[in-house]
């Protein structure tokens, strides 16, 4: 049975055709899991395509697992977060697979300046997954501490992707 399943999975994979990333006007909404220290939630991402290898879009984050410091709650504006967000969609720059989108990236937020990476892989023409870290170059408070800390510091996403 397993190799049955196996030589489907296989099959699906080598008889889908999707291109990932397709320029001007692409559009892609991803959402999953966003895992960090001591934090985990969910994730959304929409990507807008603005030329042939650039897209701007923006990221909303919210934690929902949340570990209590000294006692205390995070408040909602400790949990939630939004970015606006520049990348670069370089895999066919490198002749990658069609299916695949590789795009480091850019982004600004109410916590930090920041810098991401993701890669995308469909399965067809208007599904995948994606797997993405994003981590801060520049925090505006110097120091964090307690509940500051989150989404202000390494974090890794991963979920499904669709074009829209």
């Not at 190799?3 to 055709?17: E, M, P, R, Y």
């Not at 995308?120 to 509940?147: H, K, L, T």
């Amino acid at each position: 049975m397993k190799k049955v399943l196996l030589i489907l999975a296989l099959g699906t994979f080598a008889l889908s055709n999707a291109q990932v990333f397709s320029g001007k006007g692409d559009k892609k909404f991803q959402v999953g899991a966003n895992f960090q220290e001591k934090g985990t939630g969910i994730i959304a991402t929409y990507d807008n395509g603005l030329g042939k290898n650039m897209s701007f879009g923006f990221t909303a984050a919210y934690l929902l697992g949340i570990e209590e410091i000294l006692g205390e709650k995070p408040n909602f504006d400790d949990r939630f977060d939004i970015r606006a967000r520049f990348s670069a969609n370089i895999a066919d720059i490198f002749n990658i697979e069609e299916k695949i989108d590789v795009y480091p990236g850019l982004n600004i937020g109410v916590k930090n300046f920041g810098a991401h990476l993701g890669a995308r892989y469909f399965f067809s023409e208007g599904f995948g997954i994606y797997s993405e870290v994003q981590f801060p170059i520049a925090m505006y408070d110097n120091d964090p501490v307690g509940f500051e800390k989150y989404n202000n510091q390494f974090n890794f996403s991963i979920g499904a992707s669709f074009n829209l």
